[in-house]
């Protein structure tokens, strides 16, 4: 039998990827892909009409999300798969969210604006569509009006954290969103660990009680790899992994660049039937008695 792969972590233009659910459906396929993990930043609208798409042809959608939350005053992306999409009470938070990406994309044009960059907010929104308005929509905007080439230069010029128009993101803390996603009987993993660059601060994550580690990631080097495989296998950790392809977003496609084995999707499916709560104990030896 052929080999499956799959990759757990794909946005569309729901959130801040340039490819709409029909261009991420297709890149799959011609990628050879057998399944996708569809995590838009703090938002699930492209679930149900990408789910259908790949239902039609052939491509298994895994549900997520995912969430942006802070912890010592960093900002650290929390993946959320098979989370119940029927509660209220996580609508209401989405609308929040929404409501609150509004505001900090407002309050970040002015502080643009303030030291002399020429950006209109309409020209943001007509970016973002239909998408959860983040950053890397005004670093689109900044490419268009001639401030910087690539979207890259924009955050490390201005939007990346510690940069003039950095603004934070609303409260959510790690904790609060993995108990969101158990609450939701979904499967946390943490995102990108090695952009974190502070391994003290990953394993007081690991503590919080997330599921899993995203591992394979563009971003992290063999050795990172290695030493998240470890960190992974100590802690009971599911492995996930995936491209963060953003479409054309960050210069170029990356869904095809990273290809799990599907018996990572397996371990992950395993797990949500299970349910979190019967999983192994978090190794936490102050919890130990
Ligand atoms: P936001 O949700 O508005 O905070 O934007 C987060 C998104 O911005 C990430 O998913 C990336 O797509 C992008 N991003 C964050 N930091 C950088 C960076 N240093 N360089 C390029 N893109 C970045
Ligand atoms: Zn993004
Ligand atoms: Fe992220
Ligand atoms: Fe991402």
Redesign the pocket.
């Known amino acids: 039998m052929k080999s499956k792969f799959v990759d757990l972590h794909v946005h569309t233009t729901f959130s801040?990827s340039t490819f709409t659910p029909a261009e991420v459906i297709k890149a799959a396929q011609e990628q050879g892909l057998s399944a996708l993990g569809i995590t838009d930043?703090d938002s699930v609208s492209s679930l149900t009409v990408i789910t259908e798409l790949g239902e039609k042809e052939g491509i298994e959608i895994v549900p997520g999300v995912e969430l942006?939350a802070e912890e010592k005053g960093r900002?650290i992306h929390i993946l959320g798969y098979y989370i119940s999409l029927e509660e209220d009470w996580f609508r209401k938070k989405l609308a929040e969210f929404s409501h609150a990406?509004e505001e900090r994309a407002r309050e970040i044009t002015r502080r643009l604006n303030r030291i002399g960059i020429d950006l209109d907010f309409a020209i943001v929104k007509e970016i973002s569509g239909e998408g959860a308005v983040?950053?890397?929509h005004i670093?689109r905007a900044l490419v268009r009006a001639g401030y910087v080439k690539h979207?890259?230069s924009a955050?490390?010029l201005y939007l990346?954290e510690g940069k003039p128009a950095y603004v934070k993101?609303f409260p959510l803390t790690v904790g609060e969103a993995i108990e969101m996603i158990k609450s939701l009987k979904g499967i946390s993993s943490l995102a990108h660990p090695g952009l974190l660059k502070d391994n003290d601060l990953i394993l007081d994550i690991i503590k919080s009680g997330i599921d899993g580690l995203e591992v394979f990631h563009l971003d992290h080097s063999n050795t990172k790899i290695n030493n998240f495989l470890e960190l992974a296998s100590t802690h009971k950790l599911l492995v996930t992994g995936g491209s963060?392809c953003?479409g054309l977003?960050?210069g170029k496609q990356l869904l095809g660049k990273i290809k799990l084995p599907y018996k990572y999707l397996t371990a992950l499916k395993e797990r949500a039937k299970i349910g979190t709560h019967n999983a192994a104990p978090i190794l936490d030896p102050s919890r130990r008695n």
Request: a positive charge; charged letters at 40%; glycine letters at 16%.
């Open positions: 801040d930043h942006s900002e990406r983040g950053r890397m670093a979207p890259q955050f490390r990346g993101k963060d953003h977003g960050k």
